[in-house]
């Protein structure tokens, strides 16, 4: 068995203390780090997120406009049946952006997904701790 460095020890006692990890998986395999991200590939990421943010605010500004002019029952849901289509092409214009991405900087499509799709799995609330 090799000798650990005090940092390593204690993520790997960390780890066993967690019941995340096995004695025997956290000793007998090698620690190998993450590869470190290119500050190009940080950039593209952080220009891509802050796009699609700036386009979810302008739905929701939409939207909010919208229902505040409402006056009927009716009036509200085609708000709402309106948002839901702007926010399902928001999904796919972001996934094809997120595609185009990943293809300039030469990563793997499978690894990297940013979400799920947002209307894939019904909204349930949040049960507290």
Do not use: K
Not at 49 to 57: P, W
Not at 76 to 105: F, I
Not at 118 to 124: E, K
């Amino acid at each position: 068995m090799s000798v650990l460095s005090l940092p390593r020890m204690a993520l790997v006692l960390g780890l066993l203390g967690s019941g995340t990890v096995g004695a025997t998986t956290a000793l007998a395999s090698p620690w190998r780090p993450y590869p470190v991200p290119s500050p190009a590939w940080v950039q593209a990421q952080r220009t891509w997120a802050d796009q699609s943010y700036r386009q979810t605010q302008r739905r929701l500004d939409q939207l909010e406009q919208c229902l505040r002019v409402a006056r009927q029952r009716w009036d509200h849901d085609q708000c709402l049946r309106r948002d839901e289509q702007a926010r399902q092409w928001h999904w796919q214009h972001d996934q094809q952006q997120w595609q185009v991405l990943l293809r300039r900087h030469s990563l793997n499509s499978t690894s990297y997904q940013p979400w799920p799709q947002p209307w894939s799995q019904p909204w349930r609330p949040v049960v507290g701790i």
